[in-house]
């Protein structure tokens, strides 16, 4: 598997211009909260928390120049780590993914409230305290090489009836997270099976092509919808199709495969979410070590491409539904 040079990205999407939404209304830059004075849950909707992720960016200032507001209830609006995003390069747009580190790994207590120092870190200690009000997160994500849209559920139970709320897109993934950090989506009482506060992760997609902005901007309609935060209307005229909610399958994964080497390399071109047949079966090369599925009908979910040791190449999932 080798990777794409800049040249080779499709870039079909340019980063909207957040800057009219700097001040906010929450004392914290970039973020704004709605209130409708009714009672109903608190709504998040995040974008770029990673810089070169712009669906979720797109989406977010869609609903700004739609002046939505919620029926009730609470809606933030949330662009999360704007010096990564304000980096971006469109002539070298993998860059931009953090500065200096990973804030999608950075969400425990002990990390939030340790000794440590970074951009990402001192801006997920600004947002932490709204974070924290929040009843559900919405979290907008794409992917450098995946094609197929996926629905990032978390570990427990009650993310995947969250994902059902929603109905799609088609692949709902349950599992833990990453070995090399804690995701925002795992943040506090977001995994507590006893809280009613709940989160999702959507991945629309491949970065930079305009199906997974148009995913995004689908998607945080039907969430509104669904919550009957804004009218059906709205949610009828930018919200899915019935086309576009075609049944979901959801996945268990068991767990990642963590690179041992700096030198690893797939035997094949994967994409993501393909079945592995038997179990046993060589798909990679881990330095001299062969690697191989755990299990049979082993599902392929998120390999990535820029692969380092310690972090994950792939991880392996059983389709459970």
Known sequence: MTSKTQREFDMELQAPDISPYKEGNTGVDYISTFDSGVEGPHIMISAVVHGNELCGAIAVDHLFKQNVRPLKGKLTLAFMNIAAFESFNPEDPTKSRFVDEDFNRVWTTETLDGPRDSVELRRA???RPIVEQVDYLFDIHSMLISTDPL??????SKGRDYARKIGLPKYV???????????????????????PKNALLIECGTHWEQKSADLAIKSVYKLLGEFEMVSRDLMDKFGPSETD????????????????????KYANTYHGMEVIEKGGTVYGHDGDIPVATPYDNCVMVMPSLDIKKGESSVRYGRIIS
């Open 125 to 127: 200690r600004a947002v």
């Open 151 to 156: 629905m990032m559920a978390g570990p427990v």
């Open 173 to 195: 993934i349950s599992d833990a997270g990453h070995n090399n950090g804690t995701r925002m989506r795992d943040y506090g009482d977001f995994i507590n099976p006893e809280s």
């Open 245 to 264: 909610c075609v049944g979901q399958v959801f996945v268990e994964v068991s767990g990642p495969y963590t690179v041992q080497t700096d030198n690893f």
